[in-house]
């Protein structure tokens, strides 16, 4: 390259000597934003009015051009920009490019193929990689929370590697798994696009609160850094070509390529320190004492009996033997600060004929709870190759390597620490001689989980005749999981025990499509069909061990037969899934109007044998309105752009299993003294069993003014979920148990905001970009089984936290006890006319003063599961976020917000902490759930009389009332919160100074992450609940982390 | 014109989007089909209150759902106005505790009010039958009774239950539920256990309310209480005023009816849902052992009035001597 810009420079030296006298002028061309140099600009000369040259990979550029000359910089990304020479005395100048603002030529990925926003019909947002720098996460998915309006993402748990939830435009599915605080939403991740490799983030793992399988996300799997973009898909028109598994929404994530001809290596480092965030708090040591001594002396019925118990209670009384003379802050054992890395190196070069791309990423995160992290290693390169316009080659190869260590939790929850944790201050800690088993299987144990994702695309097109194109996409993924679990014998009763878990997934994916593009003048038409395949395996093994001759020696596995546990898990699948569609993009009068057709038929294993093909049709237009004639006027002032547009369509996503289809052979025991297979009555097959249907539509008014000063989307959409899978069981004379069906339907609607301002001019030093995002979202339950208006399902396991469904209603409800006040003394408790006695509970207790008054609904004087009310909303109302860029020279700061408004938690925490009063002795020898909460702040009864805020909880004899029980309406908080996700404040060294050290850009920057939650939630963290809406104990807090980083191109 | 235009693609939106919730169902209360009274027919004895709870299965309904007992007729379809009709009727407006320290502090806690016999529970579908009712009033087995309709309904629909029976059995004012002779009780004349050999008669003697304890021998006359040497007689029951026949023949307490007053909530003065009332002596047995004997009487009595309850040693009185 450098050869023929030498040539054409000598050409063009030799033609200009005659005409006048030329100048040499050198300098740099550089990003206006980031002030990295920016490559293959081109440079014309308008007085000869042709190129003279082009700038290199660093951005610097050395022409001779004729004195007075006016310089043009132009490159497709960037505005172009205008250099005069006159008056100039020294040619030695840096030129800054701005990008091109005008969002309606952002490039965007809907449906296979790239088109400009200009032409979009469906609803989508781009995220720019460049976004998602600077603050390294696990999960990348952090980074987009509150960057797109209707796609809501909580980070549920502040494990490092775990999945984040993400919802597009509202719930998908209602189905919990699990019962009462353990539910969990059935999880309804969108279908995830990596560089052409489908990837679901739904099954591959086990999500539950007693999940067998390990717990990393493979979307935790990719290093932002290797990011180009992030395309979110919302509507069924802009996912209607994914439409076997879209119903959900898609995301495609695409990695970077090579663009600079020359090559280019770019080193990017993190260092972050993770540091624990509020923790609750609880009394220690002579205060914990105190209290307990003093609730039994004034509880205990009387002081005779009362010493007697302080007597036998050796935790309490005997306050000089060290082993309980302590005040140990256990939080503070288990959880601490810690300081972590990651590097990431890209290599990537190339042109159009030929490019490729090296990125290789070391991610290393320690868990601020002790014996937890996550640790990515990852290789991904790409190349394409395109010897002429007609063929193009491109391939895809990535290698990821997860670990996740999750201490003696899941990767959900910590249950080991929370238990731990919650041991009496009075205990030693851990480094002295006197240990329990809680705390040494969290702090020795082993549980490694282990992901290896490998995943290679072979993609090409040749293009047969003029406008028409073949093309064949292929790609195959293979993950593996392993969770290895150990816990070591002085950990669990001297038997040590070790559990192992295996799972294999291969999905291979082929499309084959034809594309037909024909240009009428003005008008565009673009046909395509294509076929689509999807074969996916998965088994997983698990096997469990106990009794182990020492913890070093972890065999033989004969040792105690009787006690091993293993095989193939029920969860093994074996999927094909078939697609055929086709699409009809018409372009009309200069893009003026465009109008998309698309349908196709899907057909899928996991449904019935008797479902045909599925048929999902959808259709989308849009109207530029701006290229109108009437509009000009408009055009021509202050108008951008303004648009209109609209879709109607239809997703699905299959739900079930083969097993819910065709029923399923099990182990049967014993027939004529053989081991038989027989069929399994605990579930009907249903061969009518059908994929979850979504259909979409959605509408919007998308304007931009004053040249990019303001761009805004407004949208609304109408979402309706029909035939989610519903467990239904069935009458104890038939021969099975139960059955699954298609019988449930639900519906959101909402509006959705997306608003990008520039305050100052664009001839301002300074430039600052605020955006602003918001979705407002209602949900309606429309359909229950049997023509139900509506069904309670109730917590079987621990009768506490029940869900409501009910038709017209949020599907997400509440059901639970309302509390009115205390009793301020036993005459105060109503008093059944007919009988005489007092209010009582289910149990036969009567109520007293300093006991919580529940509303008895039903009149009886009874308090139970019939007086329940329903109430709140575990489901946002609105999510959204703030963004403000500020840049000044080479200095930006940028910050993150993000707000949910308008839904309610049950601080179920809180209620278990305020029970803790409930047993003066400790429960459990005082191991665990023994933690005292300070009460200074609170309002409880304490004496006959009291009007107060909250019941007595120190009347331990009484705890049967269960006065602090958490499914009641005292602990249904606000949930609400505008949470401070990141600020970055960066540095990019002016070219000047680096080029001295072959350094073409450099950068430098310091992050805080998760920094402030404003909220009126008492509890910690309104975010760190379950997808249900309840704040357990035993969550993980998510980490406060600050980074350095440096990113560095040569 | 640009913000006409957008106005009206808001208003488009907007009216989009409610078309769009027209369709939805309505946040109705859900009236299950699967409803049902799981206790179809009531035979509650009369003279007390009997209250019938957990008689109705509510399916998957919304709670709470309205009651309302809508037609109330002999079993051959005659009117009963007797059913309809309001009378006065006893209830607890406070709340019993076996401490009230006067027959007035009880009575501060009662009240009478109006209500027909038969009445159900307005949102918990519980039925009672007030302690009012008596055969004078309604029909007693064995006449069939009366038949009723329960009208149940919420916002969600409104269903009648048909045909329910009621059929009421006679008052039994008193009952007796087993007679402790305790420590080997013996005769004064065969020194042989007097277990068993024991009647006892609930007489009611006035309208007052009161109740007097009576202990005979054989002969019919009475045995002196204080030959009762250990009985703690303050704390025999939930009465008030005690007084002792002269001649201790009779021991004579003002209470309040009925015995026990609130037969679920334990007292000192209960055992097992019944009063409990203890009659106990000790004496000198065969080597100069201190035995204690004692009667535990288990008892309830529903009707208001001046009873005296009479132990009638119809074989042989105990004996009190000291060996």
Redesign the interface.
């Known amino acids: 390259m450098k050869k023929y810009i030498i040539a054409i420079l000598s050409v063009i030296l030799a033609t200009s000597v005659y005409a006048q006298k030329n100048v040499d002028v050198s300098g740099f061309v550089q990003d206006g934003e980031t002030r990295r140099g920016i490559s293959n600009v081109s440079i014309l000369s308008t007085k000869l009015g042709k190129a003279v040259g082009a700038t290199d990979k660093s951005g610097y550029f050395k022409v001779s051009v004729p004195e007075g000359d006016e310089l043009e910089f132009s490159n497709l990304e960037y505005n172009v920009a205008k250099e005069s020479l006159v008056g100039k005395k020294l040619l030695v100048f840096t030129v800054y490019l701005e990008k091109k603002q005008n969002a309606l030529e952002e490039v965007v990925v809907q449906g296979y193929t790239s088109r400009t926003r200009e032409t979009m019909t469906g609803s989508s947002v781009r995220i720019d990689g460049s976004q998602l720098q600077d603050n390294p996460v696990s999960n990348v998915m952090q980074m987009l929370q509150g960057k797109v309006a209707g796609m809501n993402i909580q980070l549920n748990s502040g494990q490092p590697g775990s999945r984040t939830s993400v919802m597009i435009r509202g719930l998908s599915n209602i189905s919990m798994s699990g019962s009462g605080v353990d539910g969990f939403l059935t999880p309804t991740s969108p279908l995830y696009v990596v560089d052409g490799v489908q990837v679901d983030d739904n099954t591959d793992f086990e999500y539950g609160f007693n999940s067998g399988g390990t717990g990393i996300s493979p979307i935790s799997l990719i290093p932002p850094e290797d990011i180009e973009s992030i395309d979110v898909l919302k509507d069924a028109a802009a996912t209607a070509l994914y439409g076997s598994r879209g119903a959900y929404g898609v995301i495609i994530i695409t990695t970077k390529r090579g663009k600079s001809k020359v090559p280019i290596i770019q080193y990017t480092t993190n260092q972050f320190f993770n540091t624990v965030p509020n923790l609750r708090d609880v009394l220690g040591g002579v205060n914990e004492r105190y209290a307990r001594i003093n609730q039994i002396m004034e509880y205990n019925g009387d002081i005779w009996e009362a010493r007697d118990d302080i007597q036998d209670s050796q935790l309490l009384s005997d306050s000089l033997n060290p082993y309980f003379n302590n005040s140990t802050n256990w939080q503070g054992v288990f959880y601490k600060p810690t300081y972590n890395q990651t590097h990431n190196i890209n290599a990537s070069g190339g042109d159009v004929t030929f490019n490729y791309k090296i990125n290789g990423s070391y991610y290393n995160e320690k868990g601020i709870i002790q014996n937890t992290g996550f640790s990515r290693y990852t290789l991904n390169m790409n190349s394409e190759y395109r010897p002429t316009e007609r063929f193009r080659l491109s391939g895809i190869m990535s290698g990821n390597f997860g670990k996740q260590k999750t201490g003696s939790g899941n990767s959900v929850t910590q249950g080991g620490v929370a238990a731990a944790s919650s041991a009496t201050s009075l205990f030693p800690s851990p480094s002295s001689s006197f240990v329990n088993g809680d705390i040494l299987s969290a702090l020795t144990g082993r549980n490694d989980d282990r992901t290896t994702d490998l995943r290679a695309t072979l993609d090409f097109d040749f293009e047969v005749l003029k406008g028409l194109r073949a093309s064949n996409n292929f790609s195959y993924n293979y993950a593996t999981t392993r969770k290895d679990v150990f816990t070591p014998a002085v950990a669990n009763n001297n038997n040590s025990k070790s559990y192992n878990h295996d799972g294999q997934r291969g999905t291979l994916y082929n499309l084959t499509r034809l594309n037909y593009i024909k240009d009428f003048n003005r008008h565009t038409v673009m046909a395509y069909v294509f076929s689509e395949l999807n074969m996916t395996e998965f088994q997983a093994k698990a096997q469990q061990k106990t009794g182990y001759p020492n913890d070093q020696y972890e065999g033989p596995f004969g040792f105690n037969g009787g006690s091993a546990l293993g095989g193939v898990l029920n969860n093994m699948s074996d999927v094909r899934t078939a697609g055929f569609a086709g699409a009809l993009s018409l372009n009309l009068f200069d893009k003026r109007y465009i109008v998309d057709f698309n349908y196709r038929f899907d057909k899928s294993s996991s449904v019935g044998p008797d479902v045909p093909w599925v048929k999902n049709p959808a259709i989308a237009a849009r109207w530029n ?1 701006e290229k109108e004639s009437f509009m000009e006027n ?1 055009a021509d002032n202050f ?1 951008d752009y ?1 648009s ?1 547009r609209g879709s109607w369509g239809k997703n699905i996503v299959p739900t079930g299993t083969v097993f819910d289809a065709n029923g399923r052979y099990i182990y049967s025991g014993y027939f004529n003294n053989n081991q038989t297979i027989g069929f399994s009555w605990g579930q009907m097959p249903n061969t009518q069993l059908i994929p979850s249907t979504t259909t979409q ?1 959605s ?1 919007a ?1 998308e ?1 931009g003014l004053y040249e990019g000063r303001v761009n805004a989307t ?1 949208e ?1 959409y ?1 979402k309706q979920v029909d035939n989610m899978l519903w467990e239904k069981p069935l009458a104890n004379h038939n021969a099975f148990e139960k059955i699954k069906t298609n019988e449930v339907s639900m ?1 959101n ?1 909402g ?1 959705e905001f997306n608003l990008l301002f520039r305050p100052l001019p664009s001839s301002s030093k300074v430039s600052w970009d605020l955006t602003l995002i918001g979705a407002w979202n209602d949900d ?1 339950l ?2 229950l089984p049997d023509g ?5 399902k109730y917590d079987d396991q621990y009768n506490t936290f029940h869900t409501l469904y ?4 949020n599907s997400m409800s509440f059901v639970l006890f309302d509390y009115r006040g205390t009793f301020a003394t ?2 105060d ?1 109503p ?8 209010y009582k509970t289910a149990e036969g207790y ?1 109520f007293q003063g300093g006991d919580p008054y529940w509303t008895d ?4 004087y ?1 308090l139970d599961n ?2 329940m009310v329903v109430v709140g909303n575990a489901q946002p109302k609105m999510t959204g976020g703030i963004n403000t860029f500020l840049r000044y020279k080479g200095i930006s700061l940028n910050a993150q917000l993000s707000y949910t408004y308008g839904r309610d938690v049950i601080n179920a925490a809180l209620a278990k902490q305020m029970e803790s009063y409930g047993s003066p002795f400790g429960r459990y020898g005082g191991r665990k759930e023994s933690t005292l909460l300070p009460l200074d702040r609170y309002d409880f009864w304490r004496q006959s009389g009291d009007v107060s805020a909250l019941p007595n909880p120190f009347d331990f004899r009484r705890t049967a009332v269960r006065p602090f029980r958490a499914n009641q309406t005292l602990f249904m908080e606000d949930g609400s919160y505008l949470k401070v996700n990141y600020i970055t404040l960066g540095y990019n060294f002016p070219r000047e100074w680096t080029q001295k050290y072959s350094v073409t850009s450099m950068r430098v920057y310091v992050t805080g992450n998760n920094l402030y939650s404003f909220s009126s939630y008492s509890g910690p963290n309104p975010e760190l609940v379950t997808s249900a809406g309840y704040d357990r104990t035993d969550g993980y807090p998510t980490p406060r982390s600050y980074t350095v980083g440096l990113s560095v191109q040569f | 014109m640009k913000r006409i235009l957008y106005l009206l693609l808001v208003c488009i939106s907007v009216a989009l989007a409610y078309s769009c919730k027209k369709n939805f169902p309505q946040d109705l209360n859900a009236f299950s089909l699967d409803m049902n009274f799981t206790q179809k027919e009531y035979q509650p004895t009369l003279g007390r209150s009997t209250v019938y709870q957990g008689n109705f299965n509510s399916g998957e309904s919304s709670l709470p759902l309205s009651f309302r007992i809508s037609a109330v007729r002999t079993f051959d379809g005659k009117p009963a106005p007797e059913l309809l009709k309001l009378f006065p009727v006893s209830i607890w407006t406070g709340r019993y505790t076996g401490e009230e320290k006067s027959l007035e502090e009880i009575r501060a806690k009662r009240d009478t009010v109006m209500r027909p016999l038969w009445e159900i529970g307005e949102h918990s579908g519980t039925l009672t039958m007030w302690e009012t009712a008596n055969s004078n009033i309604l029909k007693v087995f064995p006449d069939s009774g009366y038949v009723f309709d329960v009208e149940v309904q919420s916002s969600g629909g409104r269903r009648y239950f048909r045909d329910l029976k009621l059929k009421p059995q006679i008052e039994e004012p008193y009952s007796l539920n087993g007679l402790i002779i305790s420590g080997g009780m013996l005769g004064e004349e065969t020194r042989t256990p007097l277990e068993g050999r024991i009647n006892v008669w609930f007489n009611r003697v006035g309208d007052g309310s009161s109740i007097t304890f009576k202990v005979l021998r054989p002969d019919l006359t009475p045995i002196p209480l204080n030959k009762f040497n250990t009985t703690d007689w303050e704390n025999m029951l939930h009465g008030f005023n005690m007084r002792f026949a002269p001649d201790y023949s009779s021991v004579t307490y003002d209470v309040e009816y009925p015995i026990p007053l609130v037969s679920t909530i334990p007292t000192k003065y209960t055992a097992n849902g019944n009063a409990y009332a203890l009659f106990t002596f000790d004496r000198i047995s065969y080597g100069g052992i201190r035995s204690d004997y004692g009667i535990g009487f288990p008892f309830s009595i529903y009707q208001r009035g001046d009873w005296e309850v009479i132990f009638y040693f119809y074989d042989e009185a105990p004996l009190f001597e000291n060996d």
């Open positions: 309105l408009f108008l303004l209109l539509m509408g008014v304007f407004l609304t109408y519906v609607y509006y309606v429309t359909m139900n208006r509506e069904f309670m009910r038709l017209g209603r036993d005459g408790v008093v059944n006319p007919a009988t005489g006695e007092p009567y609904l039903n009149g009886d009874i019939s007086d």
